[in-house]
Protein backbone atom coordinates (compact mmCIF):
# COMPACT_ATOMS: atom_id res chain seq x y z
CA UNK A 1 0.00 0.00 0.00
CA UNK A 2 1.24 3.06 -0.59
CA UNK A 3 2.21 5.34 2.30
CA UNK A 4 -0.11 8.30 1.52
CA UNK A 5 -3.29 6.34 1.19
CA UNK A 6 -5.70 6.86 4.45
CA UNK A 7 -5.80 4.58 6.96
CA UNK A 8 -9.58 3.34 8.03
CA UNK A 9 -11.76 0.46 9.13
CA UNK A 10 -14.89 1.37 6.96
CA UNK A 11 -16.74 -1.19 4.91
CA UNK A 12 -16.81 -1.06 1.12
CA UNK A 13 -20.25 -1.11 -0.36
CA UNK A 14 -21.46 -1.55 -3.37
CA UNK A 15 -24.20 0.66 -4.77
CA UNK A 16 -27.28 -2.23 -4.43
CA UNK A 17 -26.09 -2.01 -0.28
CA UNK A 18 -25.87 1.03 -0.11
CA UNK A 19 -29.34 1.50 -2.04
CA UNK A 20 -31.03 -0.87 0.11
CA UNK A 21 -29.65 0.50 3.43
CA UNK A 22 -31.30 4.03 2.00
CA UNK A 23 -34.78 2.45 1.42
CA UNK A 24 -34.67 0.62 4.92
CA UNK A 25 -33.50 3.91 6.80
CA UNK A 26 -35.95 5.78 4.87
CA UNK A 27 -39.18 3.05 5.15
CA UNK A 28 -37.80 3.05 8.73
CA UNK A 29 -38.17 6.72 9.79
CA UNK A 30 -40.95 7.40 7.28
CA UNK A 31 -43.31 5.32 7.71
CA UNK A 32 -47.25 6.40 7.17
CA UNK A 33 -47.68 10.00 5.98
CA UNK A 34 -49.67 12.48 5.35
CA UNK A 35 -49.08 14.97 2.48
CA UNK A 36 -50.37 18.23 1.05
CA UNK A 37 -49.78 19.42 -2.62
CA UNK A 38 -50.65 19.67 -5.85
CA UNK A 39 -50.93 17.38 -8.44
CA UNK A 40 -48.78 17.97 -11.24
CA UNK A 41 -47.86 15.68 -14.93
CA UNK A 42 -50.69 13.48 -14.73
CA UNK A 43 -51.63 11.42 -17.66
CA UNK A 44 -54.09 9.05 -16.39
CA UNK A 45 -53.13 5.68 -15.86
CA UNK A 46 -50.33 3.61 -17.58
CA UNK A 47 -50.75 0.53 -19.57
CA UNK A 48 -49.90 -1.15 -17.09
CA UNK A 49 -53.05 0.08 -14.53
CA UNK A 50 -50.49 1.96 -12.13
CA UNK A 51 -50.61 5.54 -12.20
CA UNK A 52 -47.77 8.00 -11.69
CA UNK A 53 -47.72 11.82 -11.33
CA UNK A 54 -46.06 14.50 -9.15
CA UNK A 55 -47.51 16.48 -5.77
CA UNK A 56 -45.95 19.67 -5.31
CA UNK A 57 -46.32 23.17 -3.55
CA UNK A 58 -44.61 26.20 -3.84
CA UNK A 59 -41.25 24.71 -3.19
CA UNK A 60 -40.61 21.72 -3.74
CA UNK A 61 -41.78 18.60 -5.40
CA UNK A 62 -42.32 14.20 -4.52
CA UNK A 63 -42.82 11.74 -7.35
CA UNK A 64 -45.91 9.50 -6.28
CA UNK A 65 -47.15 6.41 -7.34
CA UNK A 66 -50.55 4.64 -7.14
CA UNK A 67 -50.30 1.21 -7.88
CA UNK A 68 -53.22 -0.70 -10.02
CA UNK A 69 -55.28 -2.60 -7.36
CA UNK A 70 -55.24 0.50 -4.91
CA UNK A 71 -55.87 2.90 -8.15
CA UNK A 72 -59.31 1.01 -8.83
CA UNK A 73 -60.17 1.71 -4.81
CA UNK A 74 -59.71 5.08 -4.81
CA UNK A 75 -62.64 7.09 -3.79
CA UNK A 76 -61.18 10.15 -5.81
CA UNK A 77 -59.34 9.57 -8.81
CA UNK A 78 -55.99 11.98 -9.36
CA UNK A 79 -56.30 14.89 -11.83
CA UNK A 80 -54.42 17.57 -13.15
CA UNK A 81 -54.02 20.49 -10.77
CA UNK A 82 -56.34 19.14 -8.04
CA UNK A 83 -54.95 19.51 -4.36
CA UNK A 84 -55.19 16.55 -2.22
CA UNK A 85 -54.21 14.94 0.77
CA UNK A 86 -52.48 11.93 -0.22
CA UNK A 87 -51.92 8.76 2.72
CA UNK A 88 -49.36 6.42 2.01
CA UNK A 89 -45.64 5.03 2.00
CA UNK A 90 -41.98 7.24 1.98
CA UNK A 91 -39.87 4.69 -0.32
CA UNK A 92 -36.78 4.89 -2.78
CA UNK A 93 -36.79 4.03 -6.10
CA UNK A 94 -33.19 2.39 -6.77
CA UNK A 95 -33.36 2.86 -10.40
CA UNK A 96 -33.46 6.57 -10.43
CA UNK A 97 -31.61 7.09 -6.76
CA UNK A 98 -34.97 9.06 -6.27
CA UNK A 99 -37.54 9.25 -3.67
CA UNK A 100 -41.01 8.49 -4.11
CA UNK A 101 -44.54 8.08 -1.80
CA UNK A 102 -46.70 5.18 -2.69
CA UNK A 103 -50.06 6.35 -1.84
CA UNK A 104 -52.77 4.48 -0.62
CA UNK A 105 -55.76 7.09 -0.06
CA UNK A 106 -56.60 10.21 -2.03
CA UNK A 107 -58.29 13.03 -0.50
CA UNK A 108 -58.93 16.43 -2.10
CA UNK A 109 -58.06 19.33 -0.66
CA UNK A 110 -59.24 22.50 -2.84
CA UNK A 111 -58.00 23.86 -6.11
CA UNK A 112 -54.35 24.41 -6.78
CA UNK A 113 -52.77 28.02 -6.73
CA UNK A 114 -52.67 27.79 -10.28
CA UNK A 115 -56.26 25.93 -10.86
CA UNK A 116 -57.50 28.72 -8.67
CA UNK A 117 -55.98 31.08 -11.63
CA UNK A 118 -57.31 29.30 -14.40
CA UNK A 119 -61.08 28.96 -12.95
CA UNK A 120 -60.78 33.01 -12.06
CA UNK A 121 -59.56 33.87 -15.10
CA UNK A 122 -62.05 31.51 -16.93
CA UNK A 123 -65.47 32.87 -15.41
CA UNK A 124 -63.81 36.87 -16.03
CA UNK A 125 -63.43 35.66 -19.53
CA UNK A 126 -67.23 34.09 -19.50
CA UNK A 127 -68.38 37.27 -18.14
CA UNK A 128 -67.22 39.17 -20.96
CA UNK A 129 -68.66 36.73 -23.52
CA UNK A 130 -65.58 35.54 -25.24
CA UNK A 131 -66.66 31.78 -25.06
CA UNK A 132 -70.24 32.39 -26.92
CA UNK A 133 -70.74 29.70 -29.57
CA UNK A 134 -72.47 32.80 -31.94
CA UNK A 135 -69.10 35.03 -32.26
CA UNK A 136 -67.24 31.88 -33.04
CA UNK A 137 -66.29 32.21 -36.78
CA UNK A 138 -67.07 28.90 -39.30
CA UNK A 139 -64.29 27.18 -40.73
CA UNK A 140 -63.57 27.55 -44.64
CA UNK A 141 -64.10 23.95 -46.84
CA UNK A 142 -60.61 24.21 -48.17
CA UNK A 143 -58.65 26.84 -47.46
CA UNK A 144 -55.81 27.84 -50.14
CA UNK A 145 -53.39 28.69 -47.20
CA UNK A 146 -53.15 27.80 -43.50
CA UNK A 147 -51.09 29.95 -41.49
CA UNK A 148 -49.01 27.84 -38.57
CA UNK A 149 -48.02 29.11 -35.08
CA UNK A 150 -45.86 26.87 -33.40
CA UNK A 151 -41.98 25.99 -32.70
CA UNK A 152 -40.70 25.20 -36.09
CA UNK A 153 -37.92 22.72 -34.42
CA UNK A 154 -40.59 20.11 -32.97
CA UNK A 155 -42.19 17.07 -34.16
CA UNK A 156 -45.54 18.86 -34.06
CA UNK A 157 -45.26 20.59 -37.49
CA UNK A 158 -44.02 17.84 -39.14
CA UNK A 159 -46.99 15.82 -38.24
CA UNK A 160 -49.76 18.70 -39.30
CA UNK A 161 -47.67 19.00 -42.78
CA UNK A 162 -47.44 15.30 -43.24
CA UNK A 163 -51.32 15.01 -42.48
CA UNK A 164 -51.90 17.52 -44.66
CA UNK A 165 -50.05 16.14 -47.29
CA UNK A 166 -51.74 13.44 -46.89
CA UNK A 167 -55.12 14.59 -46.89
CA UNK A 168 -55.30 17.37 -49.44
CA UNK A 169 -51.98 19.49 -49.69
CA UNK A 170 -51.54 23.20 -49.17
CA UNK A 171 -49.89 25.86 -49.04
CA UNK A 172 -48.54 26.63 -45.78
CA UNK A 173 -47.03 29.09 -43.92
CA UNK A 174 -45.04 28.70 -40.47
CA UNK A 175 -44.51 31.72 -37.91
CA UNK A 176 -41.94 30.61 -35.58
CA UNK A 177 -42.57 30.99 -31.45
CA UNK A 178 -41.46 29.85 -28.59
CA UNK A 179 -44.29 27.73 -26.87
CA UNK A 180 -43.10 27.08 -23.63
CA UNK A 181 -40.76 29.89 -21.10
CA UNK A 182 -41.70 33.56 -19.97
CA UNK A 183 -41.71 34.92 -23.80
CA UNK A 184 -43.89 32.09 -25.33
CA UNK A 185 -47.29 34.28 -24.36
CA UNK A 186 -45.83 37.41 -26.34
CA UNK A 187 -44.75 35.55 -29.14
CA UNK A 188 -47.93 33.76 -29.53
CA UNK A 189 -50.37 36.98 -29.40
CA UNK A 190 -47.70 38.88 -31.94
CA UNK A 191 -48.03 35.70 -34.40
CA UNK A 192 -51.85 35.94 -34.52
CA UNK A 193 -51.99 39.89 -34.86
CA UNK A 194 -49.44 39.33 -37.21
CA UNK A 195 -51.23 36.92 -39.69
CA UNK A 196 -54.43 39.01 -39.33
CA UNK A 197 -52.34 42.20 -40.07
CA UNK A 198 -51.66 40.65 -44.13
CA UNK A 199 -53.52 42.02 -46.50
CA UNK A 200 -55.11 39.56 -49.43
CA UNK A 201 -53.18 41.68 -51.88
CA UNK A 202 -49.72 41.83 -50.29
CA UNK A 203 -46.42 40.07 -51.16
CA UNK A 204 -46.99 37.91 -48.33
CA UNK A 205 -50.64 36.49 -48.86
CA UNK A 206 -53.20 36.10 -45.69
CA UNK A 207 -53.98 32.78 -44.44
CA UNK A 208 -57.71 31.41 -44.80
CA UNK A 209 -57.22 29.63 -41.73
CA UNK A 210 -55.04 29.90 -38.28
CA UNK A 211 -53.79 26.53 -36.33
CA UNK A 212 -51.91 27.22 -32.83
CA UNK A 213 -50.73 24.33 -31.86
CA UNK A 214 -47.86 22.79 -29.26
CA UNK A 215 -47.36 19.03 -27.69
CA UNK A 216 -48.57 17.80 -24.76
CA UNK A 217 -47.43 18.93 -21.08
CA UNK A 218 -48.12 20.05 -17.88
CA UNK A 219 -50.29 22.54 -16.48
CA UNK A 220 -47.41 24.71 -16.29
CA UNK A 221 -45.81 23.81 -19.54
CA UNK A 222 -48.76 24.69 -21.30
CA UNK A 223 -49.28 27.66 -19.18
CA UNK A 224 -48.60 30.12 -21.75
CA UNK A 225 -52.01 29.46 -23.68
CA UNK A 226 -54.27 30.77 -20.71
CA UNK A 227 -52.11 33.79 -20.59
CA UNK A 228 -55.18 36.89 -21.21
CA UNK A 229 -52.82 38.18 -24.13
CA UNK A 230 -52.84 35.04 -25.81
CA UNK A 231 -56.82 34.62 -25.10
CA UNK A 232 -57.53 38.03 -26.62
CA UNK A 233 -55.31 37.96 -29.61
CA UNK A 234 -57.21 35.08 -30.93
CA UNK A 235 -60.88 36.32 -30.31
CA UNK A 236 -59.50 39.81 -32.02
CA UNK A 237 -58.75 37.09 -34.91
CA UNK A 238 -60.44 37.81 -38.38
CA UNK A 239 -59.27 34.37 -39.35
CA UNK A 240 -60.72 31.48 -38.18
CA UNK A 241 -58.68 29.81 -35.71
CA UNK A 242 -58.00 26.15 -34.85
CA UNK A 243 -56.43 25.42 -31.00
CA UNK A 244 -54.48 22.38 -31.23
CA UNK A 245 -52.99 22.51 -27.66
CA UNK A 246 -51.13 19.63 -25.86
CA UNK A 247 -52.91 16.00 -26.38
CA UNK A 248 -56.49 14.71 -25.64
CA UNK A 249 -56.85 14.87 -22.28
CA UNK A 250 -55.11 18.32 -21.49
CA UNK A 251 -57.53 21.41 -22.28
CA UNK A 252 -56.47 25.16 -21.75
CA UNK A 253 -58.42 28.33 -22.15
CA UNK A 254 -57.16 28.85 -25.79
CA UNK A 255 -60.01 26.02 -27.12
CA UNK A 256 -62.87 27.78 -25.41
CA UNK A 257 -61.81 31.36 -27.33
CA UNK A 258 -60.64 29.32 -30.79
CA UNK A 259 -63.33 28.81 -33.38
CA UNK A 260 -62.65 25.33 -32.99
CA UNK A 261 -60.51 22.75 -30.90
CA UNK A 262 -58.94 20.13 -31.87
CA UNK A 263 -57.55 16.92 -30.12
CA UNK A 264 -54.14 17.02 -30.75
CA UNK A 265 -51.72 18.83 -33.52
CA UNK A 266 -52.70 15.99 -35.83
CA UNK A 267 -56.60 16.05 -35.07
CA UNK A 268 -56.63 20.28 -36.86
CA UNK A 269 -55.30 19.18 -39.44
CA UNK A 270 -57.82 16.54 -40.45
CA UNK A 271 -59.93 19.33 -39.43
CA UNK A 272 -58.65 21.93 -41.26
CA UNK A 273 -58.62 20.20 -45.04
CA UNK A 274 -61.15 17.40 -46.15
CA UNK A 275 -59.72 13.90 -47.90
CA UNK A 276 -59.13 15.13 -51.62
CA UNK A 277 -59.77 11.49 -52.69
CA UNK A 278 -63.07 11.34 -50.78
CA UNK A 279 -64.00 14.77 -52.59
CA UNK A 280 -63.23 12.71 -56.00
CA UNK A 281 -65.25 9.97 -55.02
CA UNK A 282 -67.85 12.20 -53.54
CA UNK A 283 -67.91 14.50 -57.14
CA UNK A 284 -68.22 11.22 -59.32
CA UNK A 285 -70.62 9.56 -57.08
CA UNK A 286 -72.32 12.87 -57.16
CA UNK A 287 -72.04 12.89 -61.46
CA UNK A 288 -73.45 9.81 -61.79
CA UNK A 289 -76.28 9.94 -59.66
CA UNK A 290 -77.32 13.68 -61.29
CA UNK A 291 -76.73 12.06 -64.54
CA UNK A 292 -79.22 8.58 -63.49
CA UNK A 293 -81.39 11.63 -62.08
CA UNK A 294 -81.85 13.34 -65.61
CA UNK A 295 -82.45 10.51 -67.26
CA UNK A 296 -85.17 9.29 -64.37
CA UNK A 297 -86.76 12.56 -64.68
CA UNK A 298 -87.15 12.36 -68.25
CA UNK A 299 -88.65 8.85 -67.83
CA UNK A 300 -91.15 10.22 -65.61
CA UNK A 301 -91.69 12.83 -67.69
CA UNK A 302 -92.47 11.11 -70.60
CA UNK A 303 -95.06 9.31 -68.24
CA UNK A 304 -96.63 11.79 -67.29
CA UNK A 305 -97.36 13.28 -70.76
CA UNK A 306 -98.13 10.00 -72.11
CA UNK A 307 -100.77 9.57 -69.04
CA UNK A 308 -101.96 13.47 -69.57
CA UNK A 309 -102.59 12.79 -73.34
CA UNK A 310 -104.26 9.65 -72.74
CA UNK A 311 -106.82 11.68 -69.51
CA UNK A 312 -107.20 14.89 -72.14
CA UNK A 313 -110.63 14.36 -74.20
CA UNK A 314 -110.86 14.26 -77.87
CA UNK A 315 -112.75 16.70 -79.55
CA UNK A 316 -115.71 14.33 -80.04
CA UNK A 317 -115.87 13.72 -76.17
CA UNK A 318 -116.40 17.45 -75.83
CA UNK A 319 -118.61 18.21 -78.19
CA UNK A 320 -120.95 15.06 -78.17
CA UNK A 321 -122.59 16.40 -74.40
CA UNK A 322 -123.29 20.02 -76.55
CA UNK A 323 -124.55 18.14 -79.68
CA UNK A 324 -126.67 16.18 -77.45
CA UNK A 325 -128.42 18.99 -75.75
CA UNK A 326 -128.78 20.43 -79.26
CA UNK A 327 -130.47 17.48 -80.38
CA UNK A 328 -132.68 17.61 -76.99
CA UNK A 329 -133.20 21.33 -77.52
CA UNK A 330 -134.74 20.56 -81.14
CA UNK A 331 -136.65 17.70 -80.70
CA UNK A 332 -138.39 19.85 -77.95
CA UNK A 333 -138.52 22.71 -80.22
CA UNK A 334 -140.36 20.46 -82.59
CA UNK A 335 -142.58 19.25 -79.83
CA UNK A 336 -143.21 22.38 -78.96
CA UNK A 337 -144.10 23.54 -82.57
CA UNK A 338 -145.98 21.17 -82.67
CA UNK A 339 -147.93 21.19 -79.72
CA UNK A 340 -148.65 24.88 -80.81
CA UNK A 341 -149.78 23.87 -84.39
CA UNK A 342 -151.71 21.75 -82.29
CA UNK A 343 -153.82 24.54 -80.40
CA UNK A 344 -153.65 26.92 -82.87
CA UNK A 345 -155.55 24.69 -85.07
CA UNK A 346 -158.03 24.03 -82.12
CA UNK A 347 -158.05 27.67 -81.74
CA UNK A 348 -158.59 27.55 -85.75
CA UNK A 349 -161.43 25.28 -85.70
CA UNK A 350 -162.98 27.37 -82.77
CA UNK A 351 -162.58 30.55 -84.60
CA UNK A 352 -164.13 28.98 -87.77
CA UNK A 353 -166.74 28.05 -85.80
CA UNK A 354 -167.24 32.01 -84.71
CA UNK A 355 -166.98 33.03 -87.83
CA UNK A 356 -170.81 33.09 -88.72
CA UNK A 357 -171.45 35.52 -86.17
CA UNK A 358 -167.68 37.61 -86.25
CA UNK A 359 -166.38 39.25 -89.57
CA UNK A 360 -163.50 36.63 -90.92
CA UNK A 361 -161.03 38.76 -92.89
CA UNK A 362 -160.54 41.03 -89.80
CA UNK A 363 -160.29 37.35 -86.99
CA UNK A 364 -158.10 36.24 -89.46
CA UNK A 365 -155.86 39.13 -90.07
CA UNK A 366 -155.12 39.06 -86.08
CA UNK A 367 -154.72 35.70 -85.96
CA UNK A 368 -152.16 35.63 -88.65
CA UNK A 369 -150.34 38.47 -87.48
CA UNK A 370 -149.94 36.88 -84.03
CA UNK A 371 -148.55 33.44 -85.94
CA UNK A 372 -145.92 35.35 -87.65
CA UNK A 373 -145.18 37.27 -84.37
CA UNK A 374 -144.84 34.32 -82.91
CA UNK A 375 -142.70 32.40 -85.57
CA UNK A 376 -140.06 35.32 -85.79
CA UNK A 377 -139.57 35.37 -81.82
CA UNK A 378 -138.90 31.57 -82.74
CA UNK A 379 -136.37 31.96 -85.08
CA UNK A 380 -135.01 34.82 -83.25
CA UNK A 381 -134.15 32.64 -79.70
CA UNK A 382 -133.02 29.82 -81.49
CA UNK A 383 -130.22 31.98 -83.69
CA UNK A 384 -128.53 33.43 -80.48
CA UNK A 385 -128.98 30.08 -78.24
CA UNK A 386 -127.39 28.32 -81.29
CA UNK A 387 -124.63 31.01 -81.61
CA UNK A 388 -123.84 31.31 -77.88
CA UNK A 389 -123.31 27.42 -77.64
CA UNK A 390 -120.98 27.67 -81.06
CA UNK A 391 -118.97 30.27 -79.63
CA UNK A 392 -118.64 28.08 -76.25
CA UNK A 393 -117.36 25.33 -78.19
CA UNK A 394 -114.99 27.93 -79.80
CA UNK A 395 -113.16 29.14 -76.40
CA UNK A 396 -113.04 25.79 -75.02
CA UNK A 397 -110.79 24.66 -78.30
CA UNK A 398 -108.77 27.42 -77.96
CA UNK A 399 -108.05 27.14 -74.01
CA UNK A 400 -107.18 23.20 -74.63
CA UNK A 401 -104.84 24.39 -77.62
CA UNK A 402 -103.48 27.21 -75.69
CA UNK A 403 -102.56 24.73 -72.27
CA UNK A 404 -101.17 21.99 -75.53
CA UNK A 405 -98.90 24.81 -76.26
CA UNK A 406 -97.84 25.86 -73.02
CA UNK A 407 -97.10 22.30 -71.71
CA UNK A 408 -94.59 21.59 -74.91
CA UNK A 409 -92.80 25.00 -74.23
CA UNK A 410 -92.18 23.70 -70.98
CA UNK A 411 -91.16 20.20 -71.91
CA UNK A 412 -88.53 21.85 -74.66
CA UNK A 413 -87.37 24.20 -72.19
CA UNK A 414 -86.62 21.41 -69.93
CA UNK A 415 -84.95 19.31 -72.32
CA UNK A 416 -82.80 22.34 -73.54
CA UNK A 417 -81.50 23.10 -70.02
CA UNK A 418 -80.58 19.40 -69.31
CA UNK A 419 -78.89 18.88 -72.83
CA UNK A 420 -76.96 21.81 -71.76
CA UNK A 421 -76.00 20.25 -68.50
CA UNK A 422 -74.79 17.47 -69.95
CA UNK A 423 -72.78 18.95 -72.49
CA UNK A 424 -71.15 21.09 -69.71
CA UNK A 425 -70.37 17.77 -67.94
CA UNK A 426 -68.89 16.23 -71.34
CA UNK A 427 -66.68 18.81 -71.12
CA UNK A 428 -65.46 18.87 -68.17
CA UNK A 429 -64.87 15.02 -68.50
CA UNK A 430 -62.93 15.91 -71.89
CA UNK A 431 -60.50 17.86 -70.07
CA UNK A 432 -60.17 15.86 -67.03
CA UNK A 433 -59.25 13.04 -69.44
CA UNK A 434 -56.59 14.93 -71.74
CA UNK A 435 -55.01 16.21 -68.19
CA UNK A 436 -54.34 12.71 -67.28
CA UNK A 437 -52.96 11.55 -70.40
CA UNK A 438 -50.62 14.17 -70.53
CA UNK A 439 -49.80 12.88 -66.99
CA UNK A 440 -49.66 9.44 -68.10
CA UNK A 441 -47.20 10.85 -71.04
CA UNK A 442 -44.74 12.39 -68.81
CA UNK A 443 -44.71 9.80 -66.54
CA UNK A 444 -43.89 7.28 -69.53
CA UNK A 445 -41.31 10.12 -70.93
CA UNK A 446 -38.99 9.79 -67.44
CA UNK A 447 -39.42 6.15 -67.27
CA UNK A 448 -38.13 5.98 -70.70
CA UNK A 449 -35.20 8.39 -69.95
CA UNK A 450 -34.56 6.28 -66.72
CA UNK A 451 -34.02 3.02 -69.13
CA UNK A 452 -32.08 4.38 -71.35
CA UNK A 453 -30.06 6.14 -68.22
CA UNK A 454 -29.62 2.45 -66.77
CA UNK A 455 -29.20 0.28 -69.76
CA UNK A 456 -25.46 -0.04 -71.54
CA UNK A 457 -25.96 2.24 -74.62
CA UNK A 458 -25.51 4.88 -72.33
CA UNK A 459 -22.51 3.09 -71.00
CA UNK A 460 -21.52 2.53 -74.85
CA UNK A 461 -21.47 5.99 -75.61
CA UNK A 462 -18.80 7.52 -72.80
CA UNK A 463 -16.66 5.06 -74.76
CA UNK A 464 -16.76 1.61 -73.51
CA UNK A 465 -17.69 -1.39 -75.64
CA UNK A 466 -19.09 -4.62 -75.50
CA UNK A 467 -17.40 -7.86 -76.00
CA UNK A 468 -19.23 -10.60 -76.95
CA UNK A 469 -18.25 -14.21 -78.14
CA UNK A 470 -19.55 -16.35 -81.37
CA UNK A 471 -22.46 -17.64 -79.79
CA UNK A 472 -23.68 -13.91 -78.90
CA UNK A 473 -22.91 -14.25 -75.13
CA UNK A 474 -21.06 -11.34 -72.87
CA UNK A 475 -17.44 -12.22 -72.44
CA UNK A 476 -16.71 -10.44 -68.51
CA UNK A 477 -12.84 -12.36 -67.81
CA UNK A 478 -10.20 -13.06 -69.98
CA UNK A 479 -10.35 -16.75 -68.91
CA UNK A 480 -13.39 -16.80 -71.34
CA UNK A 481 -11.63 -15.67 -74.27
CA UNK A 482 -8.32 -17.71 -75.06
CA UNK A 483 -6.32 -17.44 -78.10
CA UNK A 484 -7.69 -17.83 -81.40
CA UNK A 485 -11.41 -16.79 -80.00
CA UNK A 486 -13.35 -15.17 -82.75
CA UNK A 487 -15.00 -12.10 -80.96
CA UNK A 488 -17.52 -9.12 -81.38
CA UNK A 489 -16.77 -5.29 -80.26
CA UNK A 490 -20.23 -3.64 -80.12
CA UNK A 491 -19.27 0.70 -79.87
CA UNK A 492 -21.82 2.77 -79.71
CA UNK A 493 -21.94 3.22 -83.48
CA UNK A 494 -21.64 -0.29 -84.79
CA UNK A 495 -19.83 -3.74 -84.30
CA UNK A 496 -16.29 -4.69 -85.58
CA UNK A 497 -15.05 -8.65 -85.79
CA UNK A 498 -11.88 -9.25 -83.26
CA UNK A 499 -9.80 -12.38 -82.82
CA UNK A 500 -8.16 -12.81 -79.57
CA UNK A 501 -4.51 -13.27 -79.23
CA UNK A 502 -2.88 -13.42 -76.00
CA UNK A 503 -4.00 -13.17 -72.28
CA UNK A 504 -3.80 -9.87 -70.88
CA UNK A 505 -1.63 -9.71 -67.64
CA UNK A 506 -3.29 -6.82 -66.14
CA UNK A 507 0.20 -5.21 -65.96
CA UNK A 508 0.26 -1.50 -67.32
CA UNK A 509 3.32 -1.61 -70.17
CA UNK A 510 6.65 0.16 -68.62
CA UNK A 511 7.94 3.51 -70.61
CA UNK A 512 11.68 3.01 -71.17
CA UNK A 513 13.37 5.83 -68.62
CA UNK A 514 15.29 7.31 -71.24
CA UNK A 515 12.32 7.66 -73.63
CA UNK A 516 11.76 11.16 -74.64
CA UNK A 517 8.66 12.39 -75.59
CA UNK A 518 8.57 12.94 -79.53
CA UNK A 519 7.95 16.55 -80.09
CA UNK A 520 4.94 17.39 -82.38
CA UNK A 521 6.49 18.24 -86.33
CA UNK A 522 6.98 21.96 -85.90
CA UNK A 523 6.91 22.05 -82.47
CA UNK A 524 9.30 23.44 -80.24
CA UNK A 525 10.32 20.19 -78.32
CA UNK A 526 10.27 19.81 -74.13
CA UNK A 527 12.74 22.40 -72.42
CA UNK A 528 13.11 19.54 -69.45
Known amino acids: MSESAPLTNAPELTVSELSGALKRAIEDQFGHVRLRGEISNYRGP ?17 DAVVWKGVFSRLRTKPQEGLEVIATGKITTFPGKSSYQIVIEQLEPAGLGALMALLEERRKKLAAEGMFDEARKKKLP ?12 TGAVI ?32 NAIRGFNALKPGDKIPRPDLLIVARGGGSLEDLWSFNEEEVL ?36 AAEKAVPVRSELI ?41 PRQRLDRAGEKMRASLLASLGRRQLALAQASRLLARHAPQAELQRVTGRLNTLSFRLD ?18 KSFHAALASRG ?19 RLSAALAASMGRRREKLA ?83
Request: aromatic share 6%; net charge positive; charged share 25%.
Open 446 to 528: HLDQLRFALGYGAILQRGFALVRDATGAAVHSVTQAPPGTSLSLQFSDGRIAATAEGAFDGAPAKKPRNATKKPPEGGQGSLF
Open 46 to 62: HSSGHAYFCLKDANARI
Open 281 to 321: SDVADLSRRHTDAIFRALDRRRTDLRALARALPGGESLLAT
Open 141 to 152: FLPKIIGIVTSP
Open 409 to 427: RLLRRDLAAREQGRQVLAA
Open 232 to 267: RAAAESQIPLISAIGHETDWTLLDLVADLRAPTPTG
Open 380 to 397: AARAPLTQRRRERLETLA
Open 158 to 189: RDILHRLHDRFPRHVMVWPVRVQGETSAQEVA
